[in-house]
């Protein structure tokens, strides 16, 4: 009996519709029921990050409170654990939750034993790593008593050591507008979230880092581009003022240390000329991008995040500013130490570019 051959274009045809959904499955990569890192996707290509500012404020706490006790917590694996339990839905969340992974934790049950059965877990580890890692740790703070008396003191503390983008003081709106539409130039989605505030309001480096971009751009008028030392989250802050944008001090590839002012708020942008004000209302654009592989650092792979709640969580750790009379430059109250900063020994981080 004869074998009958299968045309090479149905072969063909085949193994190219195959290859297109394996692409698809890592481009898309995520929801809340297929989340992982597949072993055909060799790095994470979509976060939804979703952890609410309840949750990050209760883990936090838990973190900080444990690290004088005999069982160390980590905020972002206790984030993790819930998020792989609720599928990336907190609106789920339930503080009897969190109880019960703590009390085994601290009974002496490791993550790892409590998350083996948690198919996505991993994936939200590292996902979620990269938008909390090194937002809580160690560091070193003037006291006020110091200041008060014009020297330079430190105090070592355990902590947030992330600041909102807006200076202590002064005060913001903002509602959670991630995805909503912008028409200006074509149309598309809002990749960031806006902080309406007064002109000339004091700018702040949420976390150490290096500057990689700096200057006009027509979308988000004067803006700054800071990545973080592990290169992972590109922070980005658009809108800035006409005329005197920036601090003095900012230098692209500069290292600037969380709580640093870094420019001032504006409404420029929407104009192919420099230096315009082509928004109706003054507020800072700031959008945090995540890059797990270079190929993701610009263009049509880039990853950015909806910072709504994280902007409401670092609401309540503002760095206090201060106007140099002279200058009219504003600067930090409180003088700070980041070991981050520190461990660089004076080299500045290259990160690579697709």
């Not at 700054?224 to 989250?233: A, N, Q």
């Not at 192919?272 to 700031?286: A, D, K, Q, Y």
């Not at 430059?329 to 004076?346: C, M, Q, W």
């Amino acid at each position: 009996m004869l074998k009958r051959k299968i045309p090479w274009f149905w072969v063909a045809v085949v193994l190219i519709c195959a290859a297109i959904l394996v692409n698809l499955a890592c481009i898309l990569f995520y929801s809340p029921a297929v989340p992982a890192n597949t072993e055909n996707c060799k790095f994470i290509k979509w976060v939804d990050f979703t952890v609410t500012e309840e949750v990050m404020e209760q883990t936090m706490k838990l973190d900080i409170d444990s690290q004088k006790a005999g069982v160390k917590l980590d905020w972002v694996d206790l984030i993790a654990y819930l998020a792989a339990k609720y599928g990336g839905n907190f609106k789920r969340f339930k503080s009897s939750d969190l109880d019960t992974v703590v009390e085994k934790l601290q009974a002496g049950t490791p993550m790892l034993e409590l998350t083996k059965d948690m198919k996505y877990y991993d994936y939200y580890r590292e996902a979620y790593g990269a938008v909390l890692d090194n937002l809580v740790g160690n560091y070193k703070i003037q006291t006020t008593e110091s200041l008060e008396k014009g020297t330079v003191e430190y105090e070592e503390k355990y902590g947030l050591k992330a600041y909102s983008p807006i200076a202590y003081g002064y005060s913001f709106a903002h509602y959670d507008d991630f995805g909503n539409p912008r028409n200006y130039g074509f149309r598309r989605n809002h990749l960031g979230h806006d902080l309406m505030g007064s002109i000339g309001t004091p700018i702040i480096a949420v976390e150490s880092g290096v500057v990689e971009e700096m200057g006009w751009n027509r979308f988000g008028g004067w803006r700054v581009g800071i990545r973080s030392f592990d290169g992972k989250r590109f922070y980005y802050y658009a809108h800035m003022r006409k005329n005197r944008p920036y601090h003095a001090d900012l230098k692209k590839g500069a290292v600037v240390k969380a709580g640093d002012v870094i420019g001032y708020l504006g409404m420029t942008g929407y104009s192919n000329t420099e230096n315009v004000n082509g928004m109706n209302v003054p507020h800072l654009h700031f959008g945090m991008q995540l890059i797990f592989d270079p190929s993701q650092a610009e263009g049509a792979n880039e990853i950015w995040i909806d910072t709504y709640q994280l902007v409401s969580f670092l609401e309540h750790h503002k760095s206090p500013v201060e106007r140099n009379d002279d200058t009219k430059e504003y600067y930090r109250k409180y003088a700070f130490i980041d070991p981050s900063v520190e461990a660089l020994n004076g080299k500045i981080p290259q990160f690579a570019t697709p």
